[in-house]
């Protein structure tokens, strides 16, 4: 990687700003229900102060407005916060201002300061430079660990840049070298598995991908519009009309450049969208009116499977089907096995977007993965090929 991490700067005895992705889902009693994206920050903040650094960390949770929702509060993260880093962490009520600036200056090295959401501040979204000078003032060189929020360019993420110098944490190494470099130097055979609800969500990447792979399958919710752009009756099935032509475009410049596309030869389709649906399997081009897809057949898993065989780099982003309903999951698990099967194999695989995260989780096959990226939006503009703001205002070496 050519940006600068925390490994090439001196941090001790400095105040350091590290802009982390907390926004995690929490119950209606505000306990968090999923604190990956805390436990992955855990190296950079552990490394930091075992190096003699203060560290201050700044995030945002939800979209609260200047009205100060509480429940958008970072203050529900201090006790978890605590526990993960096993030292007290100390808080403060705003996240610039006197309060914030106080606490900034009175942290020792070894400790550490979470500040309050930086979304209470419209600032933050509209990278507002004197905003972005504020936060800078807090420390002496800023972390950036979000990679989730990379494809915004945000105060605490970008414009903090022209006012100190930002390297980037492990996570958001992590996040760049799989990604970029897999992309940049991809060894082949290459497959991507396109999954989820809408292809307007995902065009971007299909199109970027069949420059670059070998094998694209095309699975979940989205692929019932490619199945009616080919004239197939698809019921109440999701899909997009207005895509045909597209749909229809992508198959043809995948063709043209030699890259097979993998779409569903079976479905199984539901009487309607429920967990408790009466569901059958069908051929693709035989879905009755009132019935719809919610999940690929076992022709079509064995299709997944075999299209995956040999793969040397594997890109993974949306589940083929409606995977939390159990009866419409195993399009998906069985796509999840094949990547970790590919990956044990010798395979390079990235899994991005937290619906593809979650349905690997239930197989219990994380740990198998080459890659598994925070990001959501974020993975996906980078796998479409687009400038990310937060990477680029990290300083280069
Ligand atoms: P995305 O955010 O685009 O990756 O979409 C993820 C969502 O797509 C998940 O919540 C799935 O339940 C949903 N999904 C996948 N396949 C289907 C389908 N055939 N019909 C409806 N929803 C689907």
């Not at 905003?131 to 915004?152: E, T």
């Not at 945000?154 to 840049?161: C, E, P, V």
């Not at 032509?245 to 992508?250: F, I, N, S, V």
């Not at 569903?264 to 009466?278: C, G, S």
């Amino acid at each position: 990687m050519n940006k600068k991490t925390i490994k090439d700067i001196d941090v001790k005895g400095k105040k350091v700003f590290v802009r982390v992705d907390y926004n995690v889902p929490f119950d209606e009693n505000q306990n968090i229900t999923n604190d990956e994206r805390m436990v992955r920050t855990l190296p950079t903040i552990n490394y930091l102060l075992d190096n003699g650094a203060a560290v201050i960390l700044a995030c945002h949770i939800g979209r609260p407005t200047e009205a100060r929702e509480p429940q958008f509060s970072t203050k529900h993260l201090v006790d978890h916060l605590s526990e993960l880093l096993k030292k007290d962490v100390k808080w403060a009520p705003d996240c610039v201002g006197p309060e914030a600036e106080n606490a900034a200056k009175d942290l020792q090295p070894g400790e550490v300061l979470l500040l309050e959401n930086l979304r209470y501040h419209k600032a933050e979204k509209k990278n507002d430079p004197a905003f972005a000078k504020q936060l800078a003032a807090l420390a002496d060189v800023a972390v950036d660990d979000a990679f989730g929020v990379s494809h915004r360019g945000h105060a605490s993420n970008a414009g903090i840049a022209e006012y100190v110098e930002v390297v980037a944490g492990f996570l958001m190494e992590a996040e760049i070298n799989y990604i970029g470099k897999t992309l940049e130097a991809p060894q082949h055979p290459f497959v991507a598995i396109i999954g989820g609800a809408k292809v307007s969500d995902k065009i971007g990447v299909i199109n970027n991908m069949i420059d670059k792979v070998d094998t694209i399958i095309i699975g979940g919710g989205m692929a019932h519009t490619f199945d009616a752009a080919k004239g197939f009756p698809i019921g109440d099935s999701l899909c997009e009309p207005d895509k045909y032509d597209l749909a229809r475009d992508l198959l043809k410049k995948a063709e043209e450049k030699g890259v097979k596309v993998v779409l569903p030869v079976d479905l199984v389709i539901a009487d309607k969208f429920d967990k408790d649906a009466a569901f059958k399997t069908v051929p693709v081009d035989q879905v009755p009116d009132g019935w719809q897809a919610l999940d690929s057949g076992v022709e079509t898993s064995k299709e997944y499977v075999k299209a995956l065989e040999g793969a040397k780099t594997v890109i993974w982003n949306g589940p083929m089907g409606v995977f939390e309903f159990d009866n419409f999951a195993k399009g998906t698990l069985a796509v999840a096995k094949a990547v970790a099967k590919a990956t044990e194999n010798g395979a390079v695989s990235i899994v991005g977007g937290g619906d593809s995260v979650a349905a690997l989780k239930k197989t219990g096959l994380t740990e198998k993965i080459s890659h598994v990226s925070t990001g959501g939006g974020a993975t996906l503009e980078f796998l479409e090929g687009k400038e990310m703001p937060g990477v680029a205002a990290i300083a280069d070496k």
